[in-house]
Structure formats: C-alpha cells, structure tokens
T-cell receptor, first 115, second 111 residues
C-alpha cells in the first residue's frame, strides 16, 4: 500500500491564482481530512469528509473548497490564493468512527507559497 | 483557536536521558492522542489514551492523563538521537469528528 499520497510536494502561486492540491489513499478509509501547518500554530483542520459525497468544515475553512466523489480521493481547492494561505498542507485519513478514537495516517505534505 | 498547548516549546537533551513533554487542553475530551513529526515529514501516530484511562505505555513511551487538570504528559525513556522530532498532542474537544492539534514540542536528542 502507498498509504496517503499528496501532490504536488511544492507549489508557488501568485495572489489570485487558483489551484487544487491532490490527496489520495489506498487503504479504503472512509474519513479524510485536510490540515494546514503554520509555524508556532500546530495543525489546524480545514475540511473533512466522513465518506464519499459528505464533507464538512473544520476550524479554518475560508478560502478553501473540497469535494469527495470517491472513497480514494479528497482534493483541496484554493479558489483565489492569498499570501495568508502560504503554509504546509497535510492530508490525513482514518478508517473508523468516531475519527478521534482512531489513528490518523498522514501524507507527506504540500509546501505552498503564495506571492 | 488552539485546543491544546504543549510545554515546553523546545527541549534539548542527551542520548540516554528521559524526555518529558506536557499538553494542556481547554475543553472536556473523550480521547487524547500523541503524534510525532520528523522534520519535513507528515505526522505519525504514537499512542491514544481515553478519558477513563490514567496511564498508558507503549515501548519506551509512557503517557498520563489528568482530566481534572485537563493535561497530559508524554515521557520518552532512554532517548535516542532518532527521537529528535516535534511531538504533538491532539484531542476531540471540538467534536468527535474533529481532531484538534496542539502547538507542539520540538525535541532535540544529541548523541
């Protein structure tokens, strides 16, 4: 199993550009989530999904969209990039409910810089 | 807002010494987890402790939980250079589908 994969590893955007961060898992996990990690802030939950077709907001959802059309994929879309979205983005998945009783498996991260 | 805060922010020790880091959180929880993050990598799950448990062990790791003080500690015994990483606690204080992470402790273990 590849586990949780994320692409790209690095990305530089200009303010106002849009892009999609890709996340895929091959463990047949129902729960997937996106976090951003900023220095001194730990990880903050952006959006999560408890299964295909079901998504919900986390702590910091503004400026981001998600969809979950398949169990395997959970892309994160930046609609109009802003410098405040410069961060490292992590995707995670887990198999059980409630998710907070189960191990989260993390991807390697995408380092995004918005100029 | 951050649910958990780790203390200290940074810790530097020698190989063979024990490392203790603490996590404080704000709201009632059902579970608390600890994760490790090596530089430039994703997080790796270490251990989960439930609110009705006071102590849990896994190899060289010992976790305690004091729900009356809303705090947890992670003890790594006989540290190795490979333990150098950041350590995060995570709780379910914002709802059972939302895992909320603390700010982390950076541990440096010198040979």
């Amino acid at each position: 199993n590849a586990g949780v994969t994320q692409t790209p590893k690095f990305q530089v955007l200009k303010t106002g550009q849009s892009m999609t961060l890709q996340c895929a898992q091959d463990m047949n996990h129902e729960y997937m989530s996106w976090y951003r990690q900023d220095p001194g802030m730990g990880l903050r939950l952006i959006h999560y999904s408890v299964g295909a077709g079901i998504t919900d907001q986390g702590e910091v959802p503004n400026g981001y969209n998600v969809s979950r059309s398949t169990t395997e994929d959970f892309p994160l879309r930046l609609l109009s990039a802003a410098p405040s979205q410069t961060s490292v983005y992590f995707c995670a998945s887990s198999s059980d409910y409630p998710v907070t009783t189960d191990t989260q498996y993390f991807g390697p991260g995408t380092r995004l810089t918005v100029l | 807002s951050q649910q958990g805060e780790e203390d200290p922010q940074a810790l530097s020790i020698q190989e063979g010494e024990n490392a203790t880091m603490n996590c404080s959180y704000k709201t009632s929880i059902n579970n608390l987890q600890w994760y490790r993050q090596n530089s430039g990598r994703g997080l790796v799950h270490l251990i989960l402790i439930r609110s009705n448990e006071r102590e849990k062990h896994s190899g060289r790791l010992r976790v305690t939980l004091d729900t009356s003080k809303k705090s947890s500690s992670l003890l790594i015994t006989a540290s190795r250079a490979a333990d150098t990483a950041s350590y995060f606690c995570a709780t379910d204080g914002l709802g059972f589908q939302k895992l909320v992470f603390g700010t982390g402790t950076r541990l440096l273990v010198s040979p």
